[in-house]
């Protein structure tokens, strides 16, 4: 009977699984990558119709988030400011500033500026910021350091695996209420023991934080 596979046909098979192998892990890894880069957007800038440098608002003038941003401590959103919250200074500062022409027809004109939204939860997710940054979460932990951020872009990827590590154990995590909106706060060496206590602190129930309904209502 005549030979029907070549002598290395063997040695063929043998590399074609090897590589198939590692061709599968590639694009695993390569769609992990793809996924907090490109669908969650991860440190990718959001064009707006106005650039709003947060480092020199916030670490150079030292204007504090809650100037701008007056529903965070008390509703479910963190709004964003109005035109008139930006001519409260730019009527005086920079007048007639060609970047700030959007804000100046805004003004004149009525019509809201048409911000892009850079964190934009599913419709199924439910997210509270009064009850994160009233309960020792601070700003910094979400949306990383703005205050030195030129444009604005997601510093995490906002999945719930991610939210989860917060949820499960927010020993790890929480904060005194006076640093909520400090954004060089750094947990100190006690973490652990100082986060327990003010889990404690803020009445944080922590068997409910981890069920699907505290966030999937």
Avoid at 69 to 83: C, D, F
Avoid at 96 to 113: E, H, M, N, R, Y
């Amino acid at each position: 009977m005549p030979q029907i596979f070549p002598p290395n046909a063997n040695a063929f098979a043998k590399w074609a699984i090897i590589g198939g192998a590692l061709f599968v892990g590639l694009l695993a890894v390569a769609l992990v990558i793809y996924a907090r880069t490109i669908t969650y957007a991860v440190g990718v800038p959001v064009a707006q119709p106005v650039d709003y440098p947060h480092n020199l608002h916030v670490a150079q003038l030292g204007i504090d988030c809650r100037y701008c941003h007056t529903s965070v401590e008390v509703a479910a959103s963190a709004n964003v400011p109005a035109t008139e919250t930006c001519m409260t200074c730019h009527s005086q500062v920079r007048v007639g500033a060609p970047a700030l022409q959007a804000v100046a027809d805004s003004w004149s004109s009525g019509l809201p500026i048409e911000w892009n939204r850079v964190h934009n939860l599913p419709d199924y997710v439910y997210f509270n910021h009064s009850a994160h940054v009233n309960n020792g979460v601070g700003c910094s932990t979400c949306h990383g350091r703005i205050d030195q951020m030129t444009q604005i872009w997601k510093a995490e990827p906002m999945t719930m695996g991610w939210c989860l590590e917060c949820h499960r154990a927010p020993e790890r995590f929480v904060r005194p209420d006076t640093e909520v909106f400090n954004m060089a706060y750094t947990p100190p060496a006690d973490q652990l023991t100082l986060g327990a206590e003010l889990v404690a602190a803020y009445h944080i129930d922590t068997d409910k934080l981890p069920q699907c309904s505290t966030c999937h209502r």
